[in-house]
């Protein structure tokens, strides 16, 4: 977690571990720390590395809910399950509009489901978070983690679909891993910390389990057991489905004379494009109109050197004014976009950035 000035307040982050199993609680009863290392699993990539819950069974297809910050690098990910047995993933789904993600692996072995309890907590609420951590010897080992705590806000205004926060202390490596409340029932999943502003105390955050049954509901190729073992799901006010079916068809291709795009964002400003790309180079596409032909076209018409390695993300304040872009390495660079200046360049993330988003006001950037 890192703290950047009217930067940086959110880190998404997990953590690479080795293959190694050593189970340690914090202040967690007897029968969650059973629970809670039965239900939940480690999530291995070649640069991303976390936690998942299992939340489903069909016949010997076993089904892992997990952040889709852990999942969302091209890798061939292995669920590490409690016996410590590894299982290559067979499917993977991002869940729309919130950072999870459902993962499917295929065992004969008889593995735990969490029970889901769908009924919103409240504000006192005991609460256990789990996930695998790395240990702070030498070795670095993964190890298994239940932390307790209270849930101090069921409410917070973050995006992806972050409204509980609570006291558990939580460590990089436990992205994806169980919120669990005082009957051993699956709440929510945990995902990021950040730093309450104006002081310097840290809170874990998590998306509520509702979140995830609200998906379920309209995924009908897949199987339905976990909506069975949950409380009725709870609708938010005047929600509808997404019934647009228009098409698209490819205008135009942007291409580079040395390296690729990696990242776009649109500024509705100016309807300029903006790409991140992976020479490390920021360009600017500005959008030209063909009156004889009726179209309009973008072409390069600035760039500059923005990052030593690859950018991978990048986002605009809601001004157009000011743009962030994040690289291999875990730098941030913010720019002015009138003069491209740069405002500010942001260390200390160990990992890649490999997403950014700013606040609706334009003063905090969040990063994945």
Same mark, same amino acid.
């Given at each position: ?13 997990? !953590?690479? =571990? ?16 059973? /629970? ?28 892992? +809910? ?12 292995? /669920?590490?399950? =409690? ?62 983690? !239940?932390?307790?705590? #209270? ?17 558990? +202390? ?8 169980? &919120? ?28 509520? &389990? #509702? ?23 709870? #609708? ?21 004379? !040395? ?14 494009? /903006? ?35 690859? &950018?991978?993300?990048?986002? +605009? ?14 730098? /941030? ?8 200046? +740069? ?26």
């Amino acid at each position: 977690m890192y703290l950047f000035s009217r930067s940086i307040i959110l880190s998404l982050s997990t !953590t690479t =571990v080795l293959s190694l199993f050593a189970p340690v609680t914090i202040a967690s009863p007897a029968v969650t720390k059973a /629970i809670a290392q039965d239900v939940t699993v480690r999530i291995d990539g070649q640069s991303n590395q976390g936690s998942g819950v299992i939340v489903d069974r069909d016949q010997n297809s076993f089904y892992v +809910l997990t952040n889709a910050h852990v999942v969302n690098q091209p890798s061939q990910y292995q /669920i590490v399950t =409690v016996d410590g047995m590894s299982h290559s993933v067979n499917r993977r789904l991002i869940i729309p509009g919130v950072d999870l993600a459902l993962l499917s692996f295929t065992s004969d072995r008889n593995y735990v489901v969490a029970v889901l309890n769908n009924s919103p907590p409240s504000v006192g609420d005991k609460l256990y978070v789990t996930g695998w951590p790395r240990s702070g010897g030498t070795l670095r080992q993964p190890i298994f983690v !239940t932390t307790e705590g #209270n849930l101090t806000e069921d409410n917070s205004v973050l995006p992806l679909g972050y409204s509980l926060s609570y006291s558990n +202390l939580v460590r990089a490596g436990m992205s994806g891993g169980a &919120i669990l409340d005082a009957q051993d029932k699956l709440i929510g999943i945990n995902g990021v910390v950040r730093l309450i502003d104006g002081s310097d105390r840290i809170i874990a955050s998590g998306i509520p &389990i #509702n979140a995830y049954l609200r998906w379920r509901a309209t995924e009908s190729d897949l199987p339905l057991t976990s909506l069975n073992k949950a409380q009725p799901i709870i #609708n938010p006010p005047n929600s509808s489905t997404n019934s647009n079916s228009s098409s698209y068809t490819l205008t135009q291709t942007l291409a580079l004379p !040395t390296g690729a795009v990696n990242s776009l964002a649109f500024n509705p400003i100016n309807q300029n494009i /903006i790409s991140g790309n992976s020479n490390g180079t920021i360009s600017i596409w500005q959008q030209n109109k063909n009156k004889a032909q009726n179209r309009k076209s973008y072409q390069e018409f600035a760039h500059w050197q923005s990052h030593n390695t690859a &950018i991978n993300a990048i986002a +605009l304040t809601p001004d157009g004014k000011i743009l962030a872009s994040g690289d291999d390495r875990g730098v /941030i660079q913010l720019f002015d976009l009138i003069n491209h200046q +740069l405002l500010s360049s942001l260390t200390g993330h160990t990992d890649a950035i490999t997403g950014l988003v700013f606040s609706p006001d334009g003063q905090k950037v969040f990063y994945l």
